[in-house]
Nanobody, 128 residues
Framework: QVQLVQSGGGLVQAGGSLRLSCEAS????????MGWFRQAPGKEREFVAA????????KYADSVKGRFTISKDNAKNTAYLQMNSLKLEDTAEYYC?????????????????????WGQGTQVTVSS
């Protein structure tokens, strides 16, 4: 079992930056690929960013490419989502997720159905 505890988020003006954190406990963090998803009011949850278990591969939604950066620090059991140049449309509840990955599986995972564990969510609100 893996527990994911999110922190960060909040209210920021358009053009600003925020960093979300997702700390894992319970199992060896090294073995997990991580992802970030978001859900805006009235919309379905959507993929934002993903990183392979080794941290060597990443994938981003087109809407955040060039503005957001996903990373993971295995020594700290923590994944991060650095969000820069925030836009109004980035306003959403953000969720981190973890998927157990075998050593030979080096892909970042963008399909939410593949994830095993989820964080509690954290709100990001971008104001004009």
């Amino acid at each position: 079992q893996v527990q994911l505890v999110q922190s960060g988020g909040g209210l920021v003006q358009a053009g600003g930056s925020l960093r979300l954190s997702c700390e894992a406990s319970g199992r060896t963090f090294n073995n997990y690929a991580m992802g970030w998803f978001r859900q805006a009011p009235g919309k379905e949850r959507e993929f934002v960013a993903a990183i392979s278990w080794s941290g060597g591969s990443t994938k981003y939604a087109d809407s955040v490419k060039g503005r957001f950066t996903i990373s993971k620090d295995n020594a700290k059991n923590t994944a991060y989502l650095q969000m820069n140049s925030l836009k109004l449309e980035d306003t959403a509840e953000y969720y981190c997720a973890a998927k157990f990955a075998y050593i030979g599986d080096s892909r970042p995972v963008f399909q939410e159905g593949e994830y095993d564990y989820w964080g509690q969510g954290t709100q990001v609100t971008v104001s004009s």
